[in-house]
């Protein structure tokens, strides 16, 4: 099913909504696959790698104009402009789906095995690469039925994650999403009326679905935000499957590293949340039809908040690109809890977005623009 039938051109055009605009819709490729593969190889230089398509894929999606000829390559950073092996290789597979309309490479990854393996492992909530590959190199597993079938000893999150499988590799429907969101905030101004509730993730970013929901909780008044979490999940605990653990808290104490990973120090409930679908189709009214989705809640205090949505909108790579930009061009370093001198320690407050972009000298950009 090659998409020959396809203008070339309308593979590389830029995308109004990054991730699920109207050109993913045309065209063959997200943009994510080269990069995925090279992650889930995980061999000498795979993040490099990895980067590299990333940076590639994100300067065609962010490019204004349509691209329809190798010339139109030339300028592009990551792609013509950089004089690297990396770049280069980018720089073949968008010739290669300009002149043909798909690319033989990535064909080949994505009907190969070990990519089809991965993509399904992955999958699973509570695995990673590292777990996906033993089972796939190790263990010689290559679909959900081996993992049913092989007696391998799964954590509860992970039995969580295939039993919920089909659920949680659906996308989360805006509507499902409004309708969570409501309850959600219902629970917190019952917990204390002055909480605030706010949208962050790919839905903040203006898309119309998302492998999960990303909501930021805080109170106007430093402080007083602590240990309102258990309180709001106790509201709802009956619409919970899975309310999570503080993953990361203890991680980066002992690492002692947040500045530098996405990782960060925020009291938060990676969850799975129970969506009952009579919310939305009242035809199922009193029918106990439900459906896994899963929930993120962060919570931040007042005077991080700026750098908390910041940090929790996106995209990965936005925030990965604008911490690099930060450090190297600015020797600043920016987390989703703030932003310090690298010199001096010196910290920077800020109450909003705007501050932040401003004090690093970057022209704003709204969240749907942080796409790439
Ligand atoms: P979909 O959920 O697929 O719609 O995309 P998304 O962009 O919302 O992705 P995700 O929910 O994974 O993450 C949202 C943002 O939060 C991204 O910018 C991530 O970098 C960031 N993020 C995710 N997990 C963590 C975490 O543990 N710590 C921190 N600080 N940031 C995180
Ligand atoms: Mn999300
Ligand atoms: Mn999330």
């Keep these: 099913k090659k998409l020959m039938d396809i203008q070339p051109s309308q593979l590389l055009k830029r995308k109004v909504d990054a991730d699920d605009g109207p050109s993913t819709k045309k065209s063959r490729y997200s943009g994510d696959e080269a990069e995925e593969h090279a992650l889930?190889?995980?061999d000498a230089n795979a993040?490099?790698?990895?980067?590299?398509?990333?940076?590639g894929s994100a300067t065609l999606k962010a490019?204004?104009?349509e691209i329809v000829c190798e010339e139109d390559l030339k300028n592009l950073p990551y792609i013509g402009l950089t004089n690297s092996a990396k770049a280069g290789h980018c720089k073949m597979v968008a010739m290669e789906i300009l002149s043909e309309g798909f690319s033989d490479e990535v064909e080949d990854v994505l009907n190969g095995s070990f990519y089809k393996s991965m993509k399904l492992f992955t999958g699973i909530f509570g695995i990673g690469p590292q777990t996906a590959r033993k089972w796939y190199h190790d263990l010689g597993m290559r679909t959900l039925e081996d993992?049913?079938?092989?007696?391998i000893s799964l954590t509860y999150e992970q039995s969580l994650g295939m039993e919920h499988y089909d659920d949680l590799n659906t996308p989360i429907k805006l509507e499902e999403a409004e309708c969570i969101i409501k309850m959600v905030e219902k629970a917190c101004n019952e917990v204390c009326d002055e909480l605030t509730m706010t949208l962050v993730g790919g839905f903040r970013r203006g898309k119309s679905q998302g492998?999960?929901?990303?909501?930021?909780?805080?109170?106007?008044?430093?402080g007083k935000e602590k240990g309102k979490l258990v309180l709001i999940i106790e509201k709802l605990k009956e619409h919970f499957i899975y309310t999570g653990r503080k993953m990361d808290v203890s991680n980066n104490l002992n690492k002692g590293n947040f500045a530098s990973s996405t990782m960060d120090n925020f009291e938060k409930c990676f969850s799975i949340f129970k969506f009952n679908k009579s919310w939305l189709n009242s035809n199922?009214?009193?029918?106990?039809e439900w459906k896994a989705v899963r929930l993120d809640l962060i919570v931040v205090p007042s005077h991080q908040f700026a750098y908390a949505l910041l940090g929790w909108t996106g995209t990965k790579h936005f925030e990965r690109e604008i911490?690099?930009?930060a450090r190297t061009e600015m020797k600043i370093v920016l987390t989703s809890h703030g932003m310090h001198s690298l010199d001096t320690k010196q910290n920077f407050p800020a109450e909003t977005e705007e501050e932040i972009f401003q004090k690093l000298q970057l022209e704003y950009r709204a969240p749907s623009e942080r796409c790439c």
Excluded at 284 to 288: D, I, M, R, S, V
């Design 40 to 42: 889930f190889r995980g």
């Design 47 to 55: 993040e490099a790698r990895a980067l590299a398509f990333r940076r």
């Design 63 to 65: 490019h204004p104009k």
């Design 147 to 151: 993992v049913k079938g092989k007696n």
């Design 211 to 222: 492998h999960d929901l990303d909501l930021l909780i805080s109170h106007p008044e430093d």
């Design 284 to 288: 199922l009214e009193g029918k106990a």
């Design 323 to 325: 911490r690099r930009y």
